[in-house]
Each structure stands twice: as C-alpha cells, then as structure tokens.
C-alpha cells in the first residue's frame, strides 16, 4: 500500500468516498483497528478488528440512498504526536430518489501506525443528517 502518513490515509478515505467505494477499505485499516463513533446508536459506538469494521462499512454505504459529491471546508490539524491528525470537514450529499441536496459536518481523529488505520474516531452532525434522510 502506498498511503503510508495519516494524510495520506485520510485522503485515500476522501478519495474512496467520492468514487462510490466504502470510505475505509480493508487494505487501509490494521488488523486490530478501533472504529468509534461517540454519538452513533447503540451498539455502533465501538467497532473492533479489520473484519468488523469492513463489514460494518458496507453495510452503512448499503443502507445511505446517498451519492457523496464533495469534501467541503477540509481542515487537517496536525498534532504532537506524528501518528494522529484531526480533519475537519463538510460532506456533500444528494439523494438521488428526490434531488435533495444536502451537507453534514464531521470531525475525524485518526491513528495510523505503520501505514494503516489503527484507530478512527468520527463525530457525525447526527441532527443534519437525519434530516435529510426523514
């Protein structure tokens, strides 16, 4: 894998994303990745392992009736620590079922470690998102 700084993980995610893909993809992720998501529902709120996280994953890219347009506003923060950042940003959306044209906000902080995903902590505008998709 060439995507070896969190960076470039983040972007490989972005990229992933725009093109209809699953945003984190297996070859991204170490085997013993943490997925958490604070404000998610019950039982969603911590994912561990390569597997899990890859099935989780697609099963919500399923789920979404939604084509990802942009990244919007992107702010990448680095830290002290070489391994973790903090992306800030915007996501577009349309659902094509009504045309509806949407944004959401997300805050990430990212681990990576050798060149993958150990860890990945998003914060979701769960009100905006809901939204749209009622």
Same mark, same amino acid.
């Given at each position: ?86 992306? $800030?940003?915007?996501? %577009? ?5 009504? #045309?509806?044209? !949407?944004? =959401?906000?997300?805050? @990430?902080?990212?681990?990576?470690? $050798?060149?993958?995903? %150990? ?5 979701? #505008?769960?009100? !905006?998102? =809901?939204?749209?998709? @009622?």
């Amino acid at each position: 894998m060439s995507a070896h700084t969190p960076r470039d993980l983040f972007a490989r995610f972005q990229s992933n994303v725009l093109s209809g893909q699953d945003g984190l993809d297996e070859e991204m992720l170490a085997d013993n990745v943490v997925v958490e998501q604070p404000f998610a529902r019950a039982g969603h709120r911590r994912i561990e392992g390569r597997e899990n996280v890859v099935a989780m994953t697609r099963a919500g890219r399923q789920a979404l009736p939604i084509t990802f347009e942009e990244f919007r506003d992107v702010m990448i923060h680095e830290t002290a620590d070489p391994e973790v950042i903090i992306a $800030e940003y915007q996501m %577009v959306a349309t659902i094509p079922e009504s #045309d509806t044209r !949407a944004q =959401a906000a997300f805050v @990430v902080v990212l681990r990576a470690k $050798e060149g993958h995903i %150990v860890h990945w902590r998003e914060y979701q #505008d769960q009100a !905006a998102i =809901a939204e749209v998709l @009622v």
